[in-house]
């Protein structure tokens, strides 16, 4: 037995020391291994049944909205119109305004490769029922080009999801609930004045309450970035909840979310920066940029040697939409960088808000407004305001057209991406056929109401106004017209169109009394201690205070945030950083 073990035990020694062999019998060890594990893997996935997902609809028969599917981002994209049938909403909604207001400076630095458009020749062009009277005018007036008169190709934006997320989750019971918390950022000479009473009309017939610009101002600190301290009753916490935002500001999406709702509507309005140039230049010509130049050709012909973008309000003159959604205005077309910097600003302004209406195609966007909100017809009615008379329009020329692209290239660029992706919104939410109806409907009511509350049933000159406190404010070389009320109308109706006609200024300074009164009457007697002279109505006093005014809402804001500063440091924190929203 002991012969047999040590027999053994001197074989195996003498076999290990062979290190050839020991290598092929660990290598034939380990091929034996994974030949059982894949056998064993292939068993087990042979008896493993097959899933597929399962698919949950929720049947809703008032639903107004078609389900999108989407698609190849450069191919026409297919619209499955089922209005029966919804895909339930999932948690995975992207919730853009938080509670907590600190995610909302993401957009500031967020880069989404987005479709920025191009020059956009091809579609279909609107019948002449769906265009306005301006538009079936503007050719004639030189003010706009074929872009804007041709009905772009439909083109999926990148975020299509998130207005159709906010809208379904919003109406996702059976009811739709008319919504009451919106933020409207008012951009300069894009009709913005007549959304602005259409709101201010909305809130006052339902006792909404406003975020109004402290001290009774008319705007928000415009130019300087949006604060939260601009809203009167915010600091001080007079009010516990603000319903709609909507006067001039320069929008910063921090700031805003501190103040609005966590749910809020983000929306606002795009203009032609061609025919928007062209009022630009009439309405602020008494700026530094402007004001040396006897025409806007004179300006084009030289801006690019003589515009100082440090000179106070030279703003105005140089991609003012970029600047009121808070982006870096001063951007070249032939910049290395222009393309990456027009591609953010377009991801972060779809970011931010929920919609962009377009001026040109007022009527429709009034429409996509009315059924985004879940408002009525009446609701979003009006009269245009704050409106230029036609013998202060002037025609521009091809040439001109083209430098005026060229000098706003990142404004037209933002115009050109929202204008194609407004018609995908039309006919994914609404529809051509429902949406030529609703538009019909509309007019057919600002018929009625312009008959039954407007004396000669339309606007007039300012010198021909009646009653002063209906007049519009006048400004630049602008000559805006206003409106005279019926005579023969009963007082419930003359109420209810005097809102309609009621100016901006007068308007919101009117908001402001029925939510504070006595920070109204406060300011009323240290009014009364103003002499007398600056109630004169001419013309150069009129401009001589508005700059005095604006002037004294920029030494405001400058001694605010130096107090904050101060505060700040005296806290040992470091002082705010620079906020500028950069692209």
Known sequence: MDHSLSFFTSCVRRGLCYRRQSLWVLLLLLVVCLAIQTFVARQASSDRPTRLPLLRFTVNKQQLFPTIIPGDDDAEFSLQVQQDVRSEPTGSSLNRHP??????????????????GSDTKEGKVPSQKFLSEKQRNNAAAGLTTDETLIRPRNRRPANTSTLLSFINNANSETTCRPKSHIVFLKTHKTASSTILNILYRYGERRNLTFALPLDKHSQLFYPFFFASHFVEGFSSRRVKEFNIMCNHMRFKKYEVAKVMPGDSFYFSVLRNPVAMMESIFTYYKSIQAFHKTNSLDDFLKTSWRNYNSSVTNNHYAH????????????????????????????????????????????????????HALCWSLEDVVSFKLNSRSERTRRQLSSDTVEEIKKWNALDWRIYQHFNNTFWYKVNSLVGDEQMTREVSQ???????????????????????????????????????????????????????????????LQYTERLYTQQFPELAAKQRRATRKIPSRHQRSNRSEIMGLALAKEAFQKLFVRRKFF???NQEVSKGSPPAADNRRRI
């Open 442 to 504: 509309l007019r057919e009511l600002q018929d009625e109401l312009a008959n039954t509350c407007l004396k000669d049933g339309r606007a007039v000159e300012p010198s021909q106004i009646k009653d002063a406190a209906l007049k519009p404010f006048q400004y630049g070389a602008a000559v805006i017209q206003g409106y005279n009320l019926n005579p023969h109308i009963d007082q419930q109706t003359r109420a209810r169109c005097e809102r309609l006609i009621t100016p901006e």
């Open 99 to 116: 509670e907590n207001a600190g995610r909302a400076e993401s957009s500031d630095n967020i880069l989404r490769t987005s479709d920025s």
């Open 319 to 370: 991609n003012i939409l970029a600047f009121d959604f808070g982006f870096d205005n001063n951007v070249a077309a032939d910049a290395a960088d222009f393309e990456d910097r027009v591609s953010r600003v377009i991801a972060a302004i779809e970011r931010d808000f929920h919609l962009i209406l377009i001026s040109e195609y007022f009527d429709e966007s009034m429409i996509l407004l009315k």
């Open 563 to 565: 107090n904050l500063k």
